[in-house]
């Protein structure tokens, strides 16, 4: 969606952190979401924050929000090769989400 | 945790046939599903919004005729493409809201619909 945007693709090193980044425009947003989509599958839910927080870990994720710059990342520690897939962050203004591009992350040995 | 599902997985059609989509939330009653839909390598697209006994409220520019949803229960949502093109070809995602207490959405695992 025009209003999230993403990198469109983030190559790294298994065992590497990978670090995802996401900006958007809706101030108003209450929560946040990463998303994660393997070939041919659809959406599942990886972790969110809400809009009052600064950050949230949650095992190998660590998601960071800057409200100020309406930035948010996703870091996935200790990256393995089922990491390997679309990454998408969402914001929910009004009533629905609105997605990013969506970033490809590829894990390689 | 919540599980929806989508049937069919995949569905190839004839020009100018319909084609229905059903969405099922299977272990929790969701009063709002959605319908987007998601081209090669881009993001998902929200079609409408669909609220069970309710008509249908459709994103800008989404053919309200074209794309039949219905609503009938708290655990079923259907979309139906009329009268299928080739460029109606996509992958096709619903989800469903709980009431939980941040209103996640669940989503199915989509329909690949190819239209010949």
């Known amino acids: 969606g025009e209003d999230v945007e993403q990198s469109l693709f983030l190559s790294v090193r298994e065992g590497d952190s990978s670090v995802i980044n996401c900006t958007y425009t809706?101030?108003?947003?209450?929560?946040l979401y990463w998303y994660k989509q393997e070939p041919g599958a659809g959406l599942q839910l990886l972790t969110y924050?809400?809009?009052?927080?600064d950050m949230k870990q949650d095992q190998r994720l660590t998601v960071l929000l800057n409200k100020k710059d309406k930035h948010l990342s996703l870091r996935i520690a200790d990256t393995q090769t089922g990491d390997s897939a679309i990454y998408f962050c969402?914001?929910?203004?009004?009533?629905?989400?609105?997605f990013g591009a969506g970033t490809t992350v590829t894990v390689r040995a | 945790g919540a599980v929806v599902s989508q049937h069919p997985s995949r569905v190839i059609c004839k020009s100018g046939t319909s084609v229905k989509i059903e969405c099922r939330s299977l272990?929790?009653?969701?009063?709002?599903m959605f319908w987007y839909r998601q081209f090669p390598k881009q993001s998902l697209m929200l079609m409408a919004t669909?609220?069970?006994?309710?008509?249908?409220?459709?994103e800008q520019g989404v053919e309200k005729d074209k794309f039949l949803i219905n609503h009938a229960s708290l655990t079923l949502s259907t979309l139906t493409v009329t009268s299928a093109h080739p460029e109606d070809s996509s992958f096709y995602i619903c989800?469903?809201?709980?009431?939980?207490?941040?209103?996640?959405?669940?989503f199915g695992p989509g329909t690949r619909l190819t239209v010949l």
């Open positions: 924050i809400f809009s009052n927080m």
């Open positions: 989800s469903a809201r709980s009431t939980g207490s941040y209103n996640e959405q669940f």
């Open positions: 669909s609220n069970e006994g309710s008509k249908a409220t459709y």
């Open positions: 969402a914001e929910n203004g009004d009533y629905k989400l609105s």
């Open positions: 809706d101030s108003s947003s209450t929560y």
């Open positions: 272990d929790f009653q969701a009063t709002t």
